[in-house]
């Protein structure tokens, strides 16, 4: 999180449960070009040992949960990385999944309580995913449950979607909130969503599709910039979206 508070975290950590992700295929290609503008970069240990240079100093926000994919139950994850090894890699915090009211409820929020445990040992902060299962709405009484959960069970922060009353989310739950991008959507109104979340109390986002598949990701990571660290108006970030400038690195 940068000296405002607000952050913009980079996600591709599609791939564990998705594949080749359009716009992850080569994650090196894709991740390279944004990073000057991301605050910190959500991935899985495979991608950052084969597509991250070590020389960069970006913060790591390490997936440690898995064992599923598109074919099967989503929710029926375990953790799949040790906080021993998010440490050899310099990781800044773990991430996992809680999936609130889905089949296996009770084993990802056990998994959650294992890895803040663990993690408490070195130091180590915890990001709680609340992945929504096909059946649950996105709702302010769903989202603030699911989020006030994983911050009862030691989440430091928590991601989560974006909702009617989000407002509402935010003022239950205890730990700071980012939110998710989602699907693609177009560009002005992911942009709409990032400015609606942290103008209703929002940290930042956690955002990847929204940004590598655009049509200009540099564009769009710096317009998400603009909103969420400079408090400018979807007009005004829009402009930028459609800006050609060369790429620079962004003090941290």
Do not use: W
Not at 34 to 42: E, K
Not at 161 to 187: H, M, R, S, W
Request: proline share 5%; charged share 25%; glycine share 10%.
């Amino acid at each position: 999180m940068m000296k405002d508070g607000r952050t913009v975290m980079l996600a591709v950590d599609h791939g564990y449960f998705q594949g080749p992700t359009t716009g992850l295929e080569n994650p090196r290609k894709t991740i390279t070009p944004l990073l000057p503008y991301a605050d910190s970069l959500a991935l899985t240990r495979g991608v950052l040992r084969t597509s991250v240079d070590p020389s960069q100093k970006i913060p790591i926000i390490l997936r440690v949960s898995g064992g599923t994919s598109i074919l099967k139950e989503l929710s029926d994850e375990v953790v799949t990385t040790s906080i021993e090894e998010a440490l050899r890699l310099n990781a800044s915090a773990v991430a996992l999944s809680v999936f609130v009211g889905s089949e296996h409820e009770k084993q990802t929020l056990a998994n959650l309580a294992e890895l803040v445990n663990e993690g408490e040992r070195y130091g180590m902060p915890v990001m709680a995913i609340t992945a929504v299962g096909r059946e649950m709405a996105r709702d302010a009484r769903y989202l603030g449950l699911a989020c006030r959960i994983a911050a009862e069970l030691g989440a430091s922060i928590v991601k989560t979607y974006y909702c009617e009353d989000f407002q509402k989310v935010v003022e239950g739950c205890p730990v700071p909130v980012v939110i998710a991008g989602g699907k693609k959507l177009p560009e002005r109104e992911a942009l709409q969503l990032a400015f609606d979340a942290v103008s209703e109390g929002a940290v930042g986002v956690d955002m990847g599709r929204n940004i590598f598949q655009s049509s200009n990701p540099v564009g769009m990571i710096r317009a998400i910039r603009a909103v969420v660290h400079d408090g400018k108006g979807v007009d005004e970030a829009m402009r930028l979206f459609g800006e050609k400038q060369p790429a620079k690195q962004i003090a941290r």
